[in-house]
Structures are given as structure tokens and as C-alpha cells.
């Protein structure tokens, strides 16, 4: 079964702390994906990645920051956490299948980050 | 402003009950993606639909694409408690754009 993993599934953190978010995904995707969720702002892209080494900015980018060294893994990376970053964390990824044809996304179970 | 708007924002029914939700695109469609999500956990896909007129059945949920509408439907019949969570529309509204963009999201309640 394909899989999309998210290292914590629960995370609670100071205010000030650096705070990585991993992510590793077994299929082999080019595209990975790292959302925020909040309540009545729905899924809101922070960044996204194409390639090992490549990244480039969602929507609400600062505060943030990326890692892909390796294709099956992506980090999130909270340089100094602040307590409106508390959220639920969501990471995907998605590959072109065979004719161009694009099958969504494979989402993973979530990190849900209080900072305190 | 949104391109995905995703109507009703939430909504309660009784057990048995049928119900539709509509997921509307201010752009054109170039592919559209149905997801789940029970409380606290990740999305998980439903259907996918590519083209105009096209419509995916799997158990009790029947999605639908009108292109020219650029609107989507989710049809629950017969609805069960298992059906509830948050159902949230993606995507992609830009040719040959491998980034999905999404809806708030409709969280449905069922009633036993």
C-alpha cells in the first residue's frame, strides 16, 4: 500500500523553538507538497517542491522553511515557532502516471503543532 | 478571491437521508478531485474526474463534472455516520499545472 508518512502525528512545542516536520513518501513522486489547514481558511499552500534540491513558494510561505535532500523526503522547517503557527500540518505528493495522466494528490495523516 | 467554492459550508442530515455537495470553479477545469477527511486525520481520495459530463460511482457516492458550468456535484445516498467528516474538492485550473487548488471544505454530519 502507497504510502505518505508524517513523523509525529501530535507535536507541542515552545514559542522560540526551531521545529522540523518530516515527511516520506514510497512512490517514488517527483512533487511534494506541505499545507497548512485551519478552520474556515481550509488547505493553504506553504511550499512545494519538483525535485531534489528544488523548492518553491505556496502562499503563505513566512515563518517557513523547506528541505528536500533526498526525492522520498521532504521537511518542514519552523525557524522560530510562533503561537500562530499552531495548525494542522498536512504533506502530499503526486507524480504524472503514464500519458501525462495526473492522479491527485496522496495525502499523509496530518501533523497537529500547538505551540505554547 | 477563492477559486474554489465549495457550498454548503456544512450540513446535518438524518441517517437515510440523500444529499448533494457542489464544489464551483472560477476558472476552467482542467481536472477535479474529491477527498475526504475524518477529524484530525489526513485527506483521503475519493474520485477523480477529467472530463465534461463524466460521472464516478463508488459505493453510495456519485461525483459529477460540468465543464461548462466548471462545477462539480458529491451525491451521498442513503446516507450513514460513516459518511460524515469533511469533504474538500481540489483542482487543477491551470493546463499542464501539477498543483491542485482547493476548496474550504463541507463538513457533513449524520444523525443516527
Known amino acids: 500500500d502507497v504510502k505518505v508518512t508524517q513523523s509525529s502525528r501530535y507535536l507541542v512545542k515552545r514559542t522560540g523553538e526551531k521545529v522540523f516536520l518530516e515527511c516520506v513518501q514510497d512512490?517514488?513522486?517527483?512533487?511534494m507538497f506541505w499545507y497548512r489547514q485551519d478552520p474556515g481558511l481550509g488547505l493553504r499552500l506553504i511550499y512545494f517542491?519538483?525535485?531534489?534540491?528544488?523548492?518553491e513558494k505556496g502562499d503563505i510561505p513566512e515563518g517557513y522553511s523547506v528541505s528536500r535532500e533526498k526525492k522520498e523526503r521532504f521537511s518542514l522547517i519552523l525557524e522560530s515557532a510562533s503561537t500562530n503557527q499552531t495548525s494542522m500540518y498536512l504533506c502530499?505528493?503526486?507524480?504524472?502516471?503514464?500519458?501525462?495522466?495526473?492522479?491527485?494528490?496522496?495525502f499523509g495523516s496530518g501533523t497537529r503543532l500547538t505551540v505554547v | 478571491s477563492q477559486e474554489l467554492e465549495q457550498s454548503p459550508q456544512s450540513l446535518i442530515v438524518q441517517e437515510g437521508k440523500n444529499l448533494t455537495i457542489n464544489c464551483t470553479s472560477s476558472?476552467?477545469?482542467?481536472?477535479l478531485y474529491w477527498y475526504k477527511q475524518k477529524y484530525g486525520e489526513g485527506l483521503i481520495f475519493l474520485m477523480m474526474?477529467?472530463?465534461?459530463?463524466e460521472e464516478k460511482s463508488h459505493e453510495k457516492i456519485t461525483a459529477k463534472l460540468d465543464e461548462k458550468k466548471q462545477q462539480s456535484s458529491l451525491h451521498i445516498t442513503a446516507s450513514q455516520p460513516s459518511h460524515a467528516g469533511i469533504y474538500l474538492c481540489?483542482?487543477?485550473?491551470?493546463?499542464?499545472?501539477?498543483?491542485?487548488?482547493f476548496g474550504k471544505g463541507m463538513k457533513l454530519t449524520v444523525n443516527p
Open positions: 502530499a505528493s503526486s507524480s504524472i502516471g503514464q500519458g501525462g495522466f495526473f492522479y491527485g494528490y496522496t
Open positions: 512512490m517514488d513522486h517527483e512533487n
Open positions: 517542491s519538483y525535485d531534489v534540491k528544488m523548492k
Open positions: 476558472k476552467t477545469l482542467y481536472g
Open positions: 474526474l477529467q472530463k465534461g459530463g
Open positions: 481540489g483542482a487543477l485550473t491551470q493546463g499542464g499545472s501539477e498543483k491542485l487548488v
